[in-house]
């Protein structure tokens, strides 16, 4: 839903979930844009004329209700913007609140026929972001695909993912107090929902990769073992052995290397 002039007062200097994304995107030119907008040389783009955010903002509302008759549950807290308890900028905006599971639902419209992996993927530092500010483990994602109904996944959150979206927040706003353009971003990958289970038989270079790995495992076991034994021979005082083709070497902190001997 649209929202009115008090949200956007609540939100205004603060990094807010839908301006998170490009920080961990690595997205120069988005990055270069918000830092830009937040120092009042640039005047937040306008949405108004867009389609797809004007048909989500129609349709969120329908996604809470079916959330609400298909799950059971009831929702509150719909466009309330929640400050971070931490740190004074940082904030996110709710769709909406699911007490009984304790965590946010996010609603989304789209109209193309993408996996929904591509889906969630697109929208993890926004979930991430305000599973952050409002300290819950899970976020509700609504989609609608078209015209179909409402599906509902529930992403976990992640929190290395959320601890790297933090420092990157907070070295943004030091750019923007500053007045001192935001240094270049590395990407980071996005969480991993690792629950699937995948049977890789008819894949060739999997049967090969894997044909390789047990005619060797016995001879890579039994060369470990060996290392082992041969490192632990080293006399403490030792700062190089060798011998039979093998040498180890002792460096300044006392890491043990060994290597064929040329």
């Not at 599971?101 to 996996?115: D, N, S, T, V, W």
Request: aromatic fraction near 6%; charged fraction near 25%.
């Amino acid at each position: 839903m649209a929202l009115n002039a008090a949200q956007l007062a609540l939100r205004a200097g603060k990094l807010t979930a839908s301006r998170i994304a490009c920080l961990m995107t690595g997205d120069s030119e988005k990055i270069l844009r918000l830092w830009k907008e937040m120092i009042g040389e640039e005047l937040p783009e306008d949405i108004s004329t867009i389609w797809a955010v004007r048909l989500g903002e129609c349709t969120e509302r329908l996604q809470l209700e079916w959330f609400e008759h298909k799950q059971g549950m009831q929702l509150s807290r719909m466009g309330e913007v929640v400050p971070h308890p931490k740190f004074p900028w940082a904030a996110c905006t709710l769709d909406g609140w699911c007490e009984e599971l304790h965590c946010p639902i996010e609603c989304k419209h789209c109209g193309g026929r993408e996996p929904i992996e591509i889906i969630i993927d697109r929208y993890q530092p926004q979930m991430q972001w305000i599973m952050e500010i409002t300290r819950s483990t899970q976020c509700a994602l609504s989609v609608i695909f078209g015209a179909d109904q409402p599906i509902v996944e529930f992403i976990e959150a992640d929190g290395n993912y959320q601890q790297e979206m933090v420092k990157r927040g907070a070295l943004f706003m030091r750019h923007v107090a500053e007045h001192t353009p935001p240094v270049a971003l590395d990407p980071v990958p996005f969480p991993v929902d690792a629950d699937k289970i995948i049977d890789m038989t008819g894949n060739n270079e999997w049967a090969a990769h894997a044909g390789i790995w047990g005619d060797n495992k016995e001879g890579a076991r039994r060369c470990e073992d060996a290392s082992k034994i041969l490192k632990a021979m080293v006399p403490a005082d030792a700062k190089k052995c060798f011998g039979h083709g093998v040498r180890i070497t002792r460096n300044r902190v006392g890491y043990l290397s060994l290597r064929a001997d040329q």
